[in-house]
């Protein structure tokens, strides 16, 4: 069965330092890798996705994401972080064809603090 | 465009109580999932309805139940409701076809008492 880990439950981290959040996964076959985030009260947002070709992705608000094979990681990193990227992160693992019928398998979040 | 669209957005029941949740996908799209999110965990997939058919049920009990419309959308009952039900309910919808991207709407918080 495939899982996601990601180690991290918090991080904390200064306005306009750089950030990584790991996350390693855990699937029999090529997987779908995503990174959402949610902030308080919201549903979850796609920051960026992985399905082939280029093993470094690029998203939305400055994230990207590095997949590598050889470990089963795909870290989520930003150069320098705002006040406004305080929110929970998600990786998630889903099936390679269409429709979805395993769903996507989720990690249990990292939550980011942002420090002034 | 109006995205995912999900009602009640709060919900307070009692142990025993049965509920409906409903869900609006994305115009166009035909795929709408439901997942569960506990406190403190990530989403877990509950089911995933794809042309009004069940495509695929994660570890859920019995109790919980779904079905989709002719216009796509979606509801999810739960009978029986317990206090471990107690939960954010996403839905997510997706175009389908090979790039499985779900899109979710802002949940509905059940609150089981």
């Known amino acids: 069965a495939q899982s996601v880990t990601q180690p991290d439950i918090h991080i904390t981290v200064s306005e306009g330092a750089s950030l990584e959040l790991r996350c390693n996964y855990s699937y029999g076959a090529t997987p779908y890798l995503f990174w959402y985030v949610q902030s308080p009260g919201q549903g979850l947002q796609l920051l960026l996705k992985?399905?082939?070709?280029?093993?470094l992705v690029q998203g939305i608000k400055g994230f990207e994401a590095e997949f590598k094979r050889s470990q089963s990681s795909f870290n989520l990193r930003k150069p320098s972080v705002h006040w406004s990227d305080a929110a929970e992160y998600f990786c998630a693992v889903g099936p390679y064809s269409g429709g979805g019928a395993d769903g996507l398998t989720f990690g249990k979040g990292t939550h980011l603090i942002i420090q002034p | 465009d109006a995205g995912v669209t999900q009602s009640p957005t709060h919900l307070i029941k009692t142990r025993g109580q049965h509920v409906t949740l409903r869900c609006s996908p994305i115009s166009g799209h035909k795929s709408v999932s439901w997942y569960q999110q506990v406190l403190g965990q990530g989403p877990q997939f509950i089911f995933q309805?794809?042309?009004?058919?069940?495509?695929g049920r994660g570890n859920f009990p019995d109790r919980f139940s779904a079905r989709q419309f002719p216009n796509y959308s979606s509801e999810l009952n739960v009978n029986a409701l317990l206090l471990g039900d107690s939960a954010l309910y996403l839905c997510?919808?997706?175009?389908?076809?090979?790039?499985?991207?779900?899109?979710f709407g802002a949940g509905t918080r059940l609150s089981v008492l």
């Open positions: 997510a919808s997706t175009l389908a076809g090979p790039e499985n991207i779900q899109y």
């Open positions: 309805y794809y042309e009004k058919e069940e495509r």
């Open positions: 992985y399905f082939s070709g280029d093993t």
